[in-house]
């Protein structure tokens, strides 16, 4: 199938047990590969788990809802914070963190190690700890890495922009100045492209004791040259004012060989660090985006199992599965399981208008559906 069919969503849902679990599979999967491959479907078994009392179950439901919120929010952030490492076109990185939709299937199948055999003992507190760790963490690297990269952008940005602001310690030579003189000086000033003939016409005459023929350009950007001009110290203040009149910037520089060192040592030290971490924050981020991950899909699958045995009853009789819907046809595939399912839900023929409200109902803001129904929203990044 070509990617622009496939969704970033999944619908895991669940219907009772026909006379088998795998004739109620093989209903589902009959109805929507008949109608032109609705969806891509495949089987998730969900361990069998000892059943608490009902009220257990109804406290059960609201805490996985919770929880749900929870993991899902870290899982995001995992990712999002990837792409703003990686400055990566953001599919690429969805792509790569998703394994194209196939880490649901295989992470699933790959391991249940969340579950005990038990439901009042499932370890909502273990994967709630893992979690909690993992968006602690997250912020504690985020923002030693923003930092480190806050700081060498601060400096990057001097070093770029016009003549006017920028640093001009990485463009002047030591043999552009008069140094060491009592009675010398020499200035930098900014002159516009335009004005540059005056430049040349007037500098000598801005001010009394300008060394004639001390000008010359240093550099240029888009609009201006840099020039130097060198002068007795006690005529600096009447050149500044004069040369203001004609446009002329005069920039405050003093040439200082150890700062200007030590800007560049800071520079490539931070640019040094910055690489150094990239590579393990990376690598970081794919492991713990695996890991929230993985409890995420187990919390989707425990809320399933739930939400199962409330709605269908004992003893445990149901089938879960995911589905991975067509862009094109998603609308027809909700009727479709409508059909399939609509007796299961003496209200559901009310409540075919999905929007309604119904008293006593508490959907948590979950779409009501005879079937039981979770939607996975693979969409991990927000596209800026």
Partial sequence: QDKGTKMTEFWLISAPGEKTCQQTWEKLHAATTKHNNLSTNSKFNIPDLKVGTLDVLVGLSDELAKLDAFVESVVKKVAQYMADVLEDSKDKVQENLLANGGLLEQQWQAEHKFYSSSLDTVPFLFIFKGVNQIDN?????????????????????????????????????????????????????????????????????????????????????????????????????????????????????????????????????????????????????????????????????????????????????????LLQPNKKTMKKLREVLYDLYKHLDSSAAAIIDATMDIPGLNLSQQEYYPYVYYKIDCNLLEFK
């Avoid at 009675?183 to 004639?212: G, R």
């Avoid at 910037?249 to 800071?266: C, P, S, T, W």
């Avoid at 399933?304 to 599965?321: D, H, I, K, T």
Wanted: one cysteine or more; charged letters at 30%; aromatic letters at 12%.
């Fill in 137 to 321: 963490d997250l912020k504690a690297r985020a923002s030693a890495y923003n930092n480190l990269k806050g700081n060498l952008q601060n400096l990057e940005r001097k070093n770029a922009g016009s003549l006017l602001t920028r640093s001009l310690a990485d463009i002047v030579k030591k043999e552009d100045f008069v140094l060491d003189s009592e009675y010398l000086v020499t200035l930098l000033v900014i002159v516009p492209k335009l004005n540059y003939n005056d430049w040349v016409k007037q500098y000598e005459t801005l001010a009394e004791m300008v060394v004639p023929r001390s000008s010359n350009v240093l550099f240029e950007d888009q609009d201006s040259y840099l020039c130097n001009v060198t002068l007795f110290r006690k005529a600096v203040d009447d050149f500044k004012h004069k040369a203001r009149e004609y446009k002329f910037m005069v920039r405050d520089f003093q040439y200082n060989e150890e700062e200007m060192k030590a800007d560049k040592e800071e520079m490539n030290r931070l640019s040094t660090d910055k690489k150094k971490q990239f590579g393990p924050l990376v690598r970081w981020l794919k492991v713990n985006f695996s890991e929230a991950f993985i409890a995420w899909i187990h919390v989707k699958a425990l809320r399933v199992f739930v939400e199962s045995v409330l709605r269908y009853g004992l003893p445990v009789n149901f089938q879960a599965m």
